[in-house]
């Protein structure tokens, strides 16, 4: 499951009482393990719980009342597919023998200009990891050209998914192999408009000065 942690905060002037998780509506395959119920938050009081939501490798949200005091409010969580990934680690041999065998539809890539602050090694591993729970692999190839592998498994079903990067000066191109086509499209998207937003900030910077 993916831990998320949630922070319930009373903003009213009575006490809330018996906080708990109530109806749920959950995609088909999605489980969730809620958190144990609070009997009770005093105004302007913080009580911060977690639960796990298994999302079945899926980009589809999760609907669940949290009831307080009789009252139903309804919360939706939608993840970002980086936090559907757990990292691993594999020596390159093993990525570029798994890259292999997926090709073809298991294949998604994508081109993008880097700001000038992250077109190094250190700037793009930040940036990937901000975005995505994965791994470097260890390369030989970090010299001249940049070329960086990454390797992590969904959450749910242990699909490999192998990230990798390439990037010449301030060009850069994003590869991702992965056998569940929806991650794999919705990764190289995320990571993209990640360092998209970066440039855009920028660029934004260098206009106003």
Avoid: W
């Avoid at 998320?4 to 903003?11: A, G, P």
């Avoid at 090709?103 to 190094?120: C, I, Q, R, W, Y």
């Avoid at 990937?128 to 749910?156: C, H, W």
């Avoid at 990067?165 to 850069?172: I, K, Q, V, Y």
């Amino acid at each position: 499951m993916t831990s998320i942690q949630l922070t319930l905060k009373n903003l009213g002037v009575e006490v809330l009482t018996d906080l708990k998780i109530g109806a749920k509506t959950l995609s088909p395959g999605m489980t969730m393990h809620e958190f144990s119920g609070i009997s009770s938050l005093e105004p302007n009081s913080i009580q911060t719980v977690t639960i796990g939501i298994n999302f079945n490798d899926s980009t589809q949200s999760a609907r669940f009342d949290l009831v307080a005091s009789g009252r139903v409010f309804t919360v939706q969580i939608q993840p970002q597919i980086g936090e559907l990934i757990r990292g691993v680690s594999m020596p390159e041999t093993l990525f570029d023998q798994e890259k292999a065998k997926l090709k073809g539809m298991n294949e998604v890539d994508a081109t993008f200009e880097l700001p000038s602050a992250l077109s190094d090694v250190v700037g793009i591993k930040k940036k990937i990891y901000e975005v995505a729970n994965v791994v470097q692999v260890p390369s030989a190839l970090e010299a001249g050209d940049v070329a960086i592998k990454f390797a992590g498994r969904t959450v749910a079903t242990s699909s490999l998914v192998l990230l990798s990067l390439f990037a010449n000066g301030t060009s850069a191109k994003l590869v991702v192999n992965c056998d569940k086509m929806v991650i794999g499209n919705m990764l190289v998207k995320e990571i993209k408009q990640a360092f998209c937003r970066d440039f855009a900030k920028v660029q934004r910077s260098y206009e106003v000065n």
